[in-house]
């Protein structure tokens, strides 16, 4: 028969455990309300709030520090692809299985002016020029297009090599170029008023579905691949960096933390890992058991990572609990 003394000490070990379970579960915060796989995340420009996109056709906000749902944000016809904080904070933008970019002030929800692409396939990617005045799609099968933000007007149409589509486009920090990940396994540097390819960054071995310039160096770019691996570049010479290799399935989305120097994958294998960016070390691989890792985000401070899921929530990360 136990003591009393032993009782006690196994009560204890018990509680303990418990409350290491209980803090791992509240890492991470999990937030939910979308109905379909979330597609895309942000946080805006001041950290008080998480945007997402997901395939049930919504954007959603939602309150950084407490997970309550904010807004939710319709006018898209269309599984939502890619979303973002306009530069000076203050709208939401959004891409789609349509042919529209669309715009909803961040504090308010209230609609802005819809962009007409005139794209008839659908939209993969969204980047906004930085200066703010310019709106870059990736629309599949019909390569991509610079519109102006004021009135829609048309400034520029690429289309990508050897009959490839595009599924991400990004905007370079100085606006001359942007970056085009394409479906035959390149990113393309194109001149950003001209149409011309500048350089063509081989090394992936499946589509490029993802990328994001350094936020510390303009000439340094990031891919993530369906090779399940991510890379870094030089995209002013064209030439290859450093490749982060260690998911087992496709990588969806890659980010930068906001002093460059580390970096985040997500991939279909249900993971999300931090790597060093100079060294190109595994810090963290994050168990997100959510279906897949569709999209990540750091937080403006760098101790949050964002995960959208394919099981249709988002996971708050705090990366200084690790």
Same mark, same amino acid.
């Given at each position: =028969?136990?003591?009393?003394?032993?009782?006690?000490?196994?009560?204890?070990?018990?509680?303990? #455990?418990?409350?290491?379970?209980?803090?791992?579960?509240?890492?991470?915060?999990? +937030?939910?309300?979308?109905?379909?796989? /979330?597609?895309? /995340?942000?946080?805006?420009?001041?950290?008080?709030?998480?945007?997402?996109?997901?395939?049930?056709?919504?954007?959603?906000?939602?309150?950084?520090?407490?997970?309550?749902?904010?807004?939710? #944000?319709?006018?898209?016809?269309?599984?939502?692809?890619?979303?973002?904080? !306009?530069?000076?904070? %203050?709208?939401?933008?959004?891409?789609?299985?349509?042919?529209? @970019?669309?715009?909803?002030? &961040?504090?308010?929800? *209230?609609?802005?002016?819809?962009?007409?692409?005139?794209?008839?396939?659908?939209?993969?990617?969204?980047?906004?020029?930085?200066?703010?005045?310019?709106?870059?799609?990736?629309?599949?099968?019909?390569?991509?297009?610079?519109?102006?933000?004021? *009135?829609?007007?048309? +400034? &520029?149409?690429?289309?990508?090599?050897?009959?490839? %589509?595009?599924?991400?486009?990004?905007?370079?920090?100085?606006?001359?170029?942007?970056?085009?990940?394409?479906?035959?396994?390149?990113?393309?540097? /194109? *001149?950003?008023?001209?149409?011309?390819?500048?350089? !063509?960054?081989?090394?992936?071995?499946?589509?490029? @579905?993802?990328?994001?310039?350094?936020?510390?160096?303009?000439?340094?770019?990031?891919?993530?691949?369906?090779?399940?691996?991510?890379?870094?570049?030089?995209?002013?010479?064209?030439?290859?960096? =450093?490749?982060?290799?260690?998911?087992?399935?496709? /990588?969806?989305? @890659?980010?930068?933390?906001?002093?460059?120097?580390?970096?985040?994958?997500?991939? +279909?294998? !249900? !993971?999300?890992?931090?790597?060093?960016?100079?060294?190109?070390? +595994? #810090?963290?691989?994050?168990?997100?058991?959510?279906?897949? @890792?569709?999209?990540?985000?750091?937080?403006? *401070?760098?101790?949050?990572?964002?995960?959208?899921?394919?099981?249709?929530?988002?996971?708050?990360?705090?990366?200084?609990?690790?």
């Amino acid at each position: =028969m136990k003591s009393k003394r032993q009782h006690l000490v196994y009560w204890v070990i018990a509680t303990a #455990l418990a409350v290491q379970t209980v803090q791992a579960q509240d890492n991470p915060r999990v +937030l939910q309300g979308h109905g379909d796989q /979330v597609s895309s /995340v942000a946080v805006s420009l001041d950290g008080t709030k998480i945007v997402s996109g997901a395939w049930d056709n919504t954007v959603r906000i939602w309150d950084f520090a407490t997970g309550a749902l904010l807004n939710t #944000l319709e006018g898209s016809t269309d599984w939502v692809t890619s979303v973002g904080v !306009t530069a000076d904070g %203050s709208q939401v933008y959004a891409g789609s299985w349509g042919s529209a @970019v669309l715009f909803w002030d &961040l504090a308010s929800g *209230d609609p802005g002016p819809a962009i007409d692409t005139g794209a008839r396939t659908n939209i993969t990617s969204v980047s906004i020029s930085p200066d703010g005045t310019q709106v870059a799609t990736a629309q599949a099968t019909r390569g991509s297009k610079i519109q102006s933000i004021s *009135d829609g007007s048309s +400034l &520029l149409s690429y289309r990508a090599p050897s009959r490839a %589509s595009i599924w991400s486009i990004v905007f370079a920090p100085d606006g001359a170029t942007f970056a085009a990940g394409n479906t035959n396994d390149t990113i393309t540097i /194109v *001149d950003s008023a001209l149409g011309t390819e500048l350089q !063509t960054l081989t090394g992936h071995e499946e589509n490029v @579905v993802d990328l994001e310039y350094s936020p510390v160096d303009s000439t340094i770019l990031l891919s993530g691949s369906w090779d399940g691996t991510a890379k870094l570049w030089n995209a002013d010479d064209g030439s290859e960096l =450093m490749t982060f290799e260690g998911h087992n399935k496709p /990588v969806t989305s @890659v980010a930068f933390s906001p002093d460059g120097s580390r970096i985040a994958t997500g991939s +279909l294998d !249900t !993971t999300a890992k931090i790597w060093d960016t100079a060294t190109g070390t +595994l #810090l963290h691989t994050l168990e997100a058991k959510a279906g897949s @890792v569709r999209a990540v985000a750091f937080s403006p *401070d760098g101790n949050t990572l964002i995960t959208g899921n394919g099981n249709g929530t988002i996971q708050v990360w705090n990366l200084t609990e690790l």
